[in-house]
């Protein structure tokens, strides 16, 4: 029988990646899509017509409750959010409301409306914030460091809660940074790879950063979403960090975009305060070696791989977009 599976967050990066992989799989996708005044659909405008879409939101519990009712998926993958940690700070309540309650109010449609479904929680590395142990992994405390970090520790406890409370299939997949050329231009893999073409191109002459000693665990968005289907393929419900294991600085990542076209990055970075946070997660680096083990999970794109691919698919973009503007 085919299998339907519901996802939140459809239009933005992994959402666009995992409706690929359900689809490829056979699954019937029906995506939770939010109002716009013009609608977003970048990532997904390949498949979109593969796609059911049902008109909801995150903070508005009815409209969740009729979209697993009209779907009455197997699986549900929840991954909106206010996801971009810089603006939790400019909006506090709203990520709370909707990037912490928002996941209750997920699950409670599940709980009511189609209880055997099995539920992903997208949970986040930003939970151990301020790190108690290096690497991090399924037990290490959280810390987090930022409005977005804690609304996403409330997310990853109600999801626990539920699977105690109701005996409900729930997950929470801890992911480390994961990026892709569908990456919003605003997070710094994408910022950096954005700025390196159009500076390439002769379309802007500097970048403009914040911290570049903070560290990551970054990694490819494509790889990641397969980690958290496997999570909903087991006999029992459980947490997963997903990680590559390897940390690099922001630096480092400017470097690699700027030499892999030629040009040194210190010619055109300038440090901006208004970029610097006011608090930071200085160093993540996660060990995922149980989802390895438990779901047989391993990343394929590597960072310096994965940072070239966007660098190629801006330039190409913007290539595109210049050739149009002349016809
Ligand atoms: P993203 O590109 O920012 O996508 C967020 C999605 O949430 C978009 O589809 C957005 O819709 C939707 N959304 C926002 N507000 C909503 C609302 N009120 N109601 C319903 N939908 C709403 O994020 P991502 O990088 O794909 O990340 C997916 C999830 O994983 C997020 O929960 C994020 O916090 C979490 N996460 C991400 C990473 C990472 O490195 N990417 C790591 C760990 C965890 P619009 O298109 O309409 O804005
Ligand atoms: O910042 C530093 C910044 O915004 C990475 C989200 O997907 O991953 C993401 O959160 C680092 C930070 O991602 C700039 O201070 C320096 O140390 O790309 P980012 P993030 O905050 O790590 C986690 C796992 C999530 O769950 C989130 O949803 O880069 N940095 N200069 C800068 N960052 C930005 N954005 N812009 C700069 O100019």
Redesign the pocket.
Known sequence: MTKRALI????????SYLAELLLNKGYKVYG???R?STP?MENIEHIKNEIEFIE????DQGSLSHAVNVSQPDEVYN??????VGTSWDQPSLTGQ??GI?VTNMLEAVRLNKPDAKFYQ?????MFGKVVETPQKETTPFYPRSP?GVA?VYGHWITVNYRESYNMFACSGI?????SPR??VEFVTRKVTDAVAKIKLGLQTELRMGNLDAKRDWGF?GDYVKAMWLMLQQDKPDDFVISTGETHTVQELVEIAFSYVGLNWQDYVVIDPKFVRPAEVDLLLGDCSKAKEKLGWKREVGFEQMIRMMVDHDLERLQKQAQAELV
Do not use: P, V, W
């Open positions: 939140t967050g459809i239009t933005g990066q992994d959402g939770l899509r939010r716009t977003i909801g939101d995150l903070m991954l909106a959010a206010q996801s971009f909707l990037t928002g997208a949970s986040s590395s930003e977005y996403k992911l480390f940074n994961h990026e990456r919003g968005a």
